[in-house]
């Protein structure tokens, strides 16, 4: 008996909720509305959104802090769509049509459960901004032309599981912000130094001892520049530099003493530290159940 | 099985070492053959004389063995670089049958001595073993699950017939296990076996051998062309014997496309005009007119240099460009078809735009007219300053938080899970440290 008026209870109120979510559609279609937000609505599916693929000319669609496992192929119907905004749902996989979208921008994919990226999902044509900061992506999660999105200025992956940079991440010739915070990263590839439009870089809470030299080519301490590189166990004479600034380091990486050292510390292989967080406890692990 | 009398020992066995072994020096010939083969393949010239290509056939062998197939199994031919003289046997085809008859002057194969009456003899193609000698002769252990490879007389277990013989790939020189591919005397991994100009992988394609390469069709017919001065169509790939069009840095046959103006079948005489607009790297059009309607928009003239431009022709701010002549206005290099950002009649390349004048919209990424938010060594437009983690609209008043330089509202920023609060509250609190010292 009881159990019975439970399930009714949670029916009505289901139905409670679609019946919101569908008000927001019909406005959106009856005032023609480009942008539609469905933040928070406690969405599980897409199918609680009937008539969404319809706005075939929505530019932005706002779906954060919801429920949302799985994100349907015919998302790329919305061929008008620019910004689309998945932040905090609970995603673990990515249909491959995602990256045909044509006119996508910015991609928000933030706080979700990915652990793999879809094959050829660097083929977006013109996406400018990607956001895939803590799910539990890393190198090996990659797929092989993720670093040929050319069209990238802002590349988000703070609070994954980094170990390694891939060097091609150096083909990003348009890249402007690159965060790597959070991550168990080693060693940076020397090819962030191809990065010459590179203003804002966040590599603070990883494992790195030293930095190519080649970050010293970068204008990265300027007015208009962000490096963030604390929580590293930086080698001493870095970390020396670190207490006065990052302009410090940067000075520093440039003279030849340093190229030496690093040179040095290259050829001996000096083993990383372990990894110091314990990660089990993120939201964006798999619940088991 | 029922004795329990001693076994004698078989004589010990002696170990040659695996470099005196007869099979795997030639095993090491076939494979730096192959290796020459590889080296004399990347000399060979592009514009190799000897253009004509034979078509040559890929050979597949199917390359089973590593323990992956239950029993019963009949071990698989293997596909060395060699004519295959080995004999491979199963027990499952021809049972060895146990003789316990008298065999009189019968002897082992292997250690030469005679049987003891009632002892366990194994017969296998006529030849008689004892049970301690019938093993492999490379690690003196008996066959898993009976299964031998035989060659030169000499019996094998799969492991040591593995190691010994399997094929190596004539690119990296690894065993192949599994598909193997036998083309240009070499075999060679499915994924190394590739086409010698793209890189492609042949095994499903098929290749044609020119001047001792493997090519792909296509990149052979361009080889081909190439070779008589012709060029190859980017659309159909058929050689274009005469007129061609060149088209955003490809070549075609003219009467693949149409006039943009008035959609006559167009002639190698078409132009092609390109119109750039600013802050678009991807946005770029470019279209293809007949000579007539060219013609009709006027002989463009460079803004530049004031000349005819009779190739590409660039649209921007108004004007006509020769490709290579729009130019930034402060550092003078050519877009070439990156993004330009305009301002009073001039063209910018995005550093020197950001240096002049600043502030893209971080959202949009345009020039922001009107108002400017600038925080966070970013700048946005007013209808596009909004929370990054759920795009409601901010304004001067709106509390918001930092979140890796992106304004976050308190709304989203109690949503994260605490451990990552705490995160980014004590870097913060470093950071705030650190500008105060
Ligand atoms: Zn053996
Ligand atoms: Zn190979
Ligand atoms: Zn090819
Ligand atoms: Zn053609
Ligand atoms: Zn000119
Ligand atoms: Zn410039
Ligand atoms: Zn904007
Ligand atoms: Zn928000």
Redesign the interface.
Known sequence: MGSMEQGSVSCNFLSAKMAKVKRVIDDARDTQNPELDLVDKGIASFEEMPGLFALANITRLSLSHNKIESLPPAIANLEHLEILNLFNNHIEDLPTSLSSMPNLRILNLGMNRLSKLPRGFGAFPVLEVLDLTYNNLNERALPGNFFMIESLRALYLGDNDFEFIPPEVGMLKNLQILVLRDNDIILLPKEIGDLQRLRELHIQGNRLLVLPPEIGTLDLVGSKSVLRMENNPWVTPIADQLQVGVSHVIEYIRSETYKYLYSRQMAAGVPPPPPISDKSKKISRKKEN | MSSSREVRSPPAPKMKGLEQSFLYQRRQMAHAQARELAASNARTPLHEKDFQAEFDKIQEIMNEVGGVTPLPKTPRSFAPNLAPPWQIRSPQAERMRELSMNLGASECSRCHEGFEPNEKVLNSNGELWHPQCFVCVQCFRPFPEGVFYEFEGRKYCEHDFQVLFAPCCGKCGEFIIGRVIKALNANWHPLCFRCNMCDKELADLGFIKNAGRALCHECNAHVKAAAIGKHICYKCKQVIEEGLLRFRGEVYHPYHFNCASCSVELNSDAREVTTSRPGY???QVNELYCLRCHDKMGIPICGACRRPIEERVVTALGKQWHVEHFVCAKCEKPFLGHRHYERKGLAYC??HY?QLFGNLC??C?QVISGDVFTCL?KAWCADHFAC?????KLNQKSKFFEF??KPACKK?YE???I??RR?LKR?HE??AK?GSV
């Open positions: 790297s991807a946005n995005e550093t950001h971080f959202v990424n060594n990054a983690l759920c795009d409601t890796d330089q989203c949503k994260l899970p451990e990552l995160r870097m470093e950071q650190k």
